[in-house]
């Protein structure tokens, strides 16, 4: 808690965003961590089982867009996956160097497990907002979202 009181106690001008976002990702992390129990898999590997879940039959390659990250990092977080029997992949008979990625049955299984914590958390981080405020913070950050994405597109993915 004397973080948490500390941090209240600054100027918001002398805080940068980036620092506040950085904050809420790792507490996030440290709890979805804490939570994750029995699953055998990370809290990083999430995303990929959500997508998933909504985008059965989606690319390797269409998931690195999707996530704005490098196909090798795809490429092993998918084997990890796969490894541990959460999805899939079928050779596309058009393309043999391309597969088709989909969730197993237990991988489905995980979806509500992973939604209900994700849930979780941000029902405890958000529990202070009113609707209206939570309505407004979540535009915002809609915002920020695609502005960054913009940003690095604009620049050439990573570059100055």
């Known amino acids: 808690m004397y973080k948490a009181e500390k941090l ?3 100027n918001n001008s002398k805080i940068p965003l980036g620092l506040i976002v950085s904050m809420i990702h790792r507490t996030r992390m440290m709890y979805l961590n804490d939570r994750v129990g029995d699953m055998d898999i990370t809290p990083g590997q999430f995303p990929f089982i959500m997508v ?7 690319t390797q390659e269409e998931l690195a867009a999707h996530f704005h990250i490098d196909k090798g990092t795809v490429a092993r977080a998918l084997r990890k996956l796969e490894d541990k029997n959460y999805l899939f992949r079928k050779v596309d008979l058009k393309n043999r160097r391309r597969y088709f990625i989909y969730l197993t049955d237990k991988g489905k299984r995980t979806v509500p497990k992973i939604t209900n914590i994700e849930q979780e958390w941000e029902n405890s981080i ?10 407004r913070l979540f535009e915002i950050l809609k915002i920020l979202a695609i502005n960054s994405l913009e940003k690095v597109n604009r620049n050439g ?3 100055k």
């Open 8 to 10: 209240l106690k600054i």
């Open 52 to 58: 998933l879940s909504n985008e059965e039959g989606i």
């Open 126 to 135: 958000c529990s202070k907002f009113s609707e209206e405020e939570y309505g």
């Open 157 to 159: 993915e990573n570059k």
